[in-house]
């Protein structure tokens, strides 16, 4: 005779670790453990533990690896009452091979009775739920990483071949906030490679056809117009309260502006340029790794490094290296994955190949090598003459 439910939740809790609330709360926002909430979502949207991971008990097989990539570590589960967490307890220990697993006694339930913290996450709107639902499935990703992306505010050098993928996948995956800094008009020879405009709109001003596009794709952004061009005058202003600034842009004068700008201010920089079949690829994290004057102390020779105009450029390789750009940028908001810092990843598009080479910080870099508590106020919006500096070198 098979026991009831309930007595079959006394014999897998005699068979499994159990823990006392007030001994997970000693361990909450630390490193000590790894905490797991196995709840239903609407369970887990009312409240949860600081710090814990949400993996339902549906789910637990597939999604735990992402939650607990190390099976030697301290993981303790919990649910409403404490019976769903021992069952999946019992099923981490013994069909999944974690060694330290224990289940909160009397769960979320038992823990706010006794006052101890909790956070409610943001409410997703229905439409929010199946808008960003492949995200939400993703354990990298999840609620708190999608609340990462709508919180967050990304800066686009440019709205034209890199631009225009970028934005697009940014708005697409829910970036909160994208500024917008471009001073041209939409051309129909941009139209080839500028994905982000159409022919109804050449004439137009691209941070309007850029706004445009992205309110179509989603609501949720707010796109935050800039139809300048940048300078030594207004870089610190616009760039200052962005967490990411993406380069997309097609000069060298701009590029060391905008290097010795972001390290001052310690903002990333993810960089990408593209020439002819050929595109490269960087993030730029000030004092993290090396910066873009380690990289390239000098400008190359104009003969060297000719614009898109000039020499031409491949319609689809800005897409591709755009959407590089778009990843590097959700990696760096979600806290996932290893960023391009101190690598530089070159692409060949007739070659279909990809080279990758390692940059270190230059102990002599006359930007990066100075420590930013030694910039003061006044110096911080001083810059040099780009536009002769990079004359001079070519």
């Known amino acids: ?14 068979q499994i670790d159990e823990v006392d609330p007030s001994a997970v709360s000693e361990v909450t926002g630390g490193d000590q453990a790894v905490i797991v909430d196995v709840r239903e979502s609407d369970e887990w949207d009312a409240g949860h533990l600081p710090g814990a991971h949400h993996v339902p008990r549906g789910f637990l097989e597939s999604r735990i690896e992402g939650a607990a990539p190390d099976r030697s570590q301290r993981v303790i589960l919990y649910c409403a009452s404490g019976n769903r967490s021992a069952l999946a307890a019992k099923t981490l220990r013994d069909d999944l091979g974690y060694e330290h697993v224990e289940s909160m006694t009397g769960g979320y339930t038992l823990w706010k009775d006794r006052g101890y913290a909790v956070e409610v996450p943001r409410a997703f709107t229905p439409e929010q739920r199946q808008r960003y639902s492949r995200h939400f499935l993703l354990p990298e990703v999840g609620v708190d990483g999608q609340q990462k992306l709508l919180d967050a505010k990304v800066l686009l050098l440019g709205a034209g071949g890199l631009g225009s993928p970028t934005a697009l996948y940014l708005a697409a995956a829910g970036v909160g906030t994208l500024g917008i800094v471009d001073d041209d008009v939409v051309d129909l020879s941009n139209l080839q490679r500028q994905i982000i405009h159409t022919t109804g709109r050449v004439g137009v001003p691209k941070v309007d056809s850029a706004e445009e596009a992205i309110n179509a794709l989603n609501p949720d952004v707010e796109v935050r117009k800039y139809q300048a061009r940048l300078d030594a005058s207004n870089i610190v202003e616009i760039i200052k309260d962005y967490d990411i600034v993406v380069d997309g842009v ?6 060391y502006l905008l290097n010795d700008a ?18 490269q690829l960087s993030v730029f994290a000030p004092y993290d790794g090396p910066c873009y004057r380690c990289l390239f102390r000098q400008p190359p020779p104009a003969e060297l490094a000719p614009s898109c105009g000039a020499n031409g450029v491949l319609g689809v390789l800005p897409g591709t290296m755009g959407l590089l750009q778009a990843t590097e940028v959700i990696k760096l908001i979600i806290g996932e994955g290893d960023p391009l810092i101190g690598r530089l990843l070159i692409y060949d598009a007739l070659g279909a190949t990809t080279t990758e080479l390692k940059v270190r910080r230059d102990p002599e870099c006359p930007i990066c090598s100075r420590e ?8 911080l919006g001083v810059f040099p003459d780009y536009e002769a500096f ?5």
């Not at 005779?1 to 005699?14: C, D, H, L, N």
């Not at 097609?250 to 590029?255: E, G």
């Not at 201010?265 to 960089?271: E, F, G, H, N, Y």
């Not at 930013?372 to 110096?379: A, L, M, R, V």
């Open 250 to 255: 097609d000069n060298f004068p701009t590029r």
């Open 390 to 394: 990079c004359a001079a070198a070519g």
């Open 372 to 379: 930013p508590e030694s910039i003061t106020d006044d110096e």
């Open 1 to 14: 005779m098979s026991p009831s439910g309930a007595e079959f939740i006394k014999q897998v809790k005699a």
């Open 262 to 279: 972001s390290v001052r201010l310690k903002i990333p920089v993810v960089s990408a340029a593209i020439l002819g079949f050929e595109g």
